[in-house]
């Protein structure tokens, strides 16, 4: 074999490895950036409509929380309740951008687990958590009921699966 042909060939050899990362990386950056993109359309969504759910108190109803009920049992007014759906909704699309769980999430960050340790938040969070799908809400509910079963026994589930 000559040495053009070595050439050549090392050429082709790293001309192929160096598509094959180009491709993997591509991938990786496009997979990313959709979560990003989620984040940012989720965030903004929610900004945009809940953000603005205390300004129309009866819309609680949608979700079936009565904030008549939920002031005079447990003192959280509309409010605490629109400020929790919002921080809520803030912390999801951080999980979505991270690819994380909110289980995950609330495990490992000490700003969640701070506001959480107040009884007034998990009195709110006992109203929000209906405006939420199940995967939101097991997350936190699973993180809950692990610091505080005896609050929270009556109201998750027995078995909870995040």
């Not at 009866?58 to 002031?71: L, M, N, Q």
Request: proline share 1%.
């Amino acid at each position: 074999m000559e040495s053009f042909d070595i050439i050549s060939l090392i050429a082709l050899v790293l001309s192929s490895v160096s598509f094959i990362v180009t491709f993997i990386w591509n991938k990786r950056i496009t997979k990313r950036d959709l979560q990003y993109q989620k984040a940012i359309f989720y965030i903004q969504r929610n900004f945009d409509s809940e953000g603005k759910i205390s300004e129309y108190s009866d819309a609680f109803e949608f979700f079936g929380i009565d904030t008549e009920i939920a002031k005079a049992n447990d003192d959280v007014t509309k409010d605490q309740i629109a400020y929790l759906i919002l921080s809520i909704s803030s912390m999801q699309s951080y999980c979505i951008a991270n690819n994380i769980s909110t289980y995950e999430h609330m495990t490992k960050n000490d700003y969640r687990q701070n506001m959480f340790s107040h009884s007034k938040t998990r009195d709110t969070w006992k109203y929000v958590r209906k405006c939420f799908s199940k995967k939101v809400t097991r997350g936190i509910d699973k993180y809950l009921f692990e610091k505080y079963p005896d609050e929270f026994k009556e109201i998750i589930y027995k078995k909870i699966d995040a």
